[in-house]
């Protein structure tokens, strides 16, 4: 079985780790912001779409990080029998497109649809029709990693 893995947040306004599933997010470990003193400074969130339903996620607080790990890892053991690989494969597809679109939008590149013959010239330099799907699954797999 997969082991549960963590990296540091990217996101300057969430201190915390990111929780993955072999190469897919997970959840979030982190401290919170804004709370008193007085109450528990981290939090937890997991969730996963597609596969799940919104009543499916889990969060809770803790006094600790070690608190918050292993109240995420108890509710992970219940979520994921409900996932198949192929909703793990729908989030890499959609992850990598996402990042994929940034990436044009970044080199001032027009998407297929933006233009009037349907075509445009990917920033590896294929030319892409508006049903680019397959190119960017093959060509540009984990480029949202």
């Known amino acids: 079985m997969t082991a549960l893995s963590r990296r540091p947040s990217n996101d300057p306004h969430r ?5 993955f599933y072999g190469d897919v997010q997970i959840g979030h470990i982190g ?3 804004g709370v008193p003193i007085d109450v528990d400074q981290w939090g937890w969130s997991l969730s996963f779409y597609p596969g799940t339903e919104p009543d499916d996620g889990a969060g809770g607080t803790g006094a600790t990080f070690e608190e918050c790990r292993a109240a ?3 509710a992970w053991e219940e979520l994921r029998p409900k996932l198949t690989e192929e909703n793990f494969e729908v989030w890499r597809r959609e992850r990598d497109r996402t990042a994929w ?5 970044d080199l001032g590149l027009p998407m297929p649809t ?3 013959t349907g075509w ?4 590896c330099g294929a030319d892409i029709p508006i049903s680019c799907e397959e190119h960017i699954h093959t ?4 480029i949202g990693e």
Do not use: D, L, P
């Open 15 to 19: 201190k915390g780790w990111r929780v």
């Open 31 to 33: 401290e919170r912001a």
């Open 72 to 74: 995420f890892e108890r």
């Open 101 to 105: 679109k940034y990436r044009m939008h």
């Open 114 to 116: 933006q233009t009037t």
């Open 120 to 123: 445009s010239k990917c920033f």
């Open 139 to 142: 060509v540009h797999r984990g």
